[in-house]
């Protein structure tokens, strides 16, 4: 896949002013605005709405939230897809071609997105990068070097900074929030390193406090594109910060007391969310979760389980839990859900899930492991 990637996206970009100019339906329009139903057709009102792309779910949640009824808001990736090795197809590309607006996380998160903005001819295209301004945290080479802790479960290693990595200076001017970014990734595609994100965590959105920064980003880039609803981009931003806040509130309430920090996840998605509220996240693999975790990976993580007497190994929803099911068999405990929301499964859209309700799904089923 690393070596075809290149190549293919250079074959999709040839392609997409043949799809564009035959009319064919955007495959971002057969998915819902959540990523699951099918977009109603225009009307005449609905005409005069921004069009905005966004990248995966989380940018979905975030930007509808702000835009409310003033934007036609398209999820790139379909439902139920791990978006790490997501690549777009040239109706995909024909639609951010289209659109007023283009929000993605960044971070290396969508791999594809510098080769694919820069073959775009659509110069009024406003590009919203939402975690522009946030301190990111390099993906820590020693992610399984977990260290050990005293019999009170205080660490005797600094973990602050191990759980995710340390932090990296992603230090834009306040114009590049919504402006194309000169990033060169053709060399790091060339060695190699297609799925990594550069080196650094993308998975910002998993701090309800760093969510709330993404949000304001979101808010900015949309401004720009209707400064005449200004205002209403603000009540909507501000709205929905207030639900943030909350969860972010009771993040904090949930670990203050807890028995144990430390707790196991099936890849190194949790970073910021352990950093954010000191707890030591422990990754069987990497950032990307169809990283394979190594013999020696695993046999550290096993090691630790036992040595702390984990009692929960955590899995996802959109990926296989083959590895974390083997880990609990091994040490004799229980496997459960700690979802990273790179996309909703079409079960959890038709149960009415979101952002904010898988969140709080993620902090009760913490707060269980923290306290075995």
Request: hydrophobic share 35%.
């Amino acid at each position: 896949m690393k070596f075809s990637k290149k190549a293919t996206l250079g074959l999709l970009f040839s392609l997409t002013l043949i799809v564009a100019g035959c009319g064919q339906k955007s495959a971002s329009d057969a998915n819902t605005s959540s990523a699951g139903a099918a977009n109603p057709v225009s009307t005449e009102s609905e005409a005069a709405k921004l069009n905005v792309q966004v990248s995966f779910y989380p940018m979905y949640e975030f930007t509808k939230n702000v835009a409310g009824d003033l934007a036609d808001v398209h999820t790139l990736v379909p439902a139920g897809m791990e978006p790490h090795d997501w690549e777009p197809t040239p109706q995909d590309i024909a639609s951010i071609e289209k659109a007023d607006v283009l929000v993605y996380n960044g971070a290396g998160m969508e791999s594809w997105m510098d080769q694919v903005t820069g073959s775009l001819s659509n110069a009024s295209l406003i590009q919203v990068e939402a975690s522009n301004g946030i301190d990111l945290l390099e993906g820590g080479e020693d992610e399984h070097n977990h260290g050990h802790e005293d019999s009170d479960g205080t660490d005797t290693h600094d973990h602050a900074d191990e759980s995710a990595g340390e932090a990296h200076d992603h230090d834009h001017t306040d114009e590049a929030t919504t402006e194309e970014h000169d990033h060169d990734h053709d060399a790091e595609a060339e060695a190699g390193h297609d799925h990594d994100h550069g080196g650094l965590d993308p998975h910002v959105w998993l701090s309800p406090a760093l969510a709330v920064k993404e949000v304001r980003n979101i808010e900015a880039g949309l401004t720009q594109a209707a400064p005449e609803h200004a205002e209403q981009f603000k009540q909507n931003a501000d709205a929905y910060i207030v639900q943030l806040e909350s969860l972010d509130r009771d993040f904090k309430a949930a670990v203050k007391d807890s028995k144990r920090k430390d707790f196991i996840t099936q890849h190194a998605a949790f970073g910021y969310l352990a950093q954010e509220y000191g707890l030591q996240q422990v990754p069987i693999a990497g950032l990307s979760p169809e990283q394979e975790p190594s013999a020696a990976q695993m046999a550290s993580v096993i090691d630790f389980a036992k040595e702390h007497q984990v009692k929960t190994i955590f899995f996802e929803t959109l990926v296989s839990s083959k590895v974390s099911e083997t880990i609990a068999s091994e040490v004799g405990a229980k496997t459960a859900v700690l979802n990273p929301i790179e996309g909703l499964t079409k079960e959890e859209i038709a149960a009415g899930m979101d952002y904010i309700s898988v969140m709080r799904q993620n902090l009760e089923a913490l707060k269980l492991a923290l306290n075995e």
